[in-house]
């Protein structure tokens, strides 16, 4: 899994480099819980169950239909969002989907059951460069350092860069001609 502090980033460089014209705040606010939600299972842990169960940790939650359904309700949900139900719909559905790809491009865990409930398997992405975070008991170590620095190069810096260059972009096509020549 990566870390809390690196699932909304993707989310967060989309709602920068699109602006507030496109990503309303509170659509971006919905996008951001969406990026987290999927760890909301390591409760199971303390329900008694297994990482490997359906319900534990990279089960349902992580799921392709667990993605649908938070679409589903984000179009539900698109008049406080302040957007259509399309955009709604995508933008958190995107969003929970972006949880299930950076944990498959961890180095361990037992992969994302993406195909729950139609199957049972977990995947990794083929590619899997980002190391694998410690629960919070090994999180503030040596590992966890380690951790933080390979989420930074794989995951914050191409955020970063996606932000910045959307935002430098959106800036320079919205200037206007008159103030060019002022």
């Known amino acids: 899994m990566t870390t809390l502090i690196t699932h909304p980033l993707p989310v967060l460089a989309v709602g920068i480099a699109l602006g507030s014209r496109v990503i309303p705040p509170r659509l971006l606010l ?4 969406a990026a987290c939600l999927p760890d909301a299972d390591v409760l199971a842990f303390k329900l008694g169950i297994a990482y490997a169960d359906a319900f534990g940790h990279r089960g349902f939650s992580h799921s392709l239909l667990f993605a649908a359904l938070c679409a589903a309700l984000a179009a539900l949900l698109c008049r406080p ?3 259509g139900p399309l955009k709604a719909g995508l933008f958190v559905g995107l969003a929970a989907l972006s949880h299930s790809a950076l944990d498959a491009l961890t180095n361990g865990g037992l992969g994302v ?4 409930p139609w199957s049972q398997e977990r995947y990794f992405l083929p590619w899997r460069p980002i190391e694998v975070s410690p629960f919070i008991k090994g999180f503030f170590s040596a590992r966890g350092l380690a951790v933080l620095a390979s989420e930074a190069r794989w995951v914050w810096l191409p955020c970063l860069a996606v932000a910045l260059s959307g935002f430098t972009l959106r800036h320079l096509l919205l200037r206007s001609p008159q103030r060019d020549h002022a």
Do not use: E, N, Q
């Open 113 to 116: 059951a993406w195909f729950w």
């Open 81 to 83: 969002l302040r957007c």
């Open 30 to 33: 919905a996008g951001l819980i």
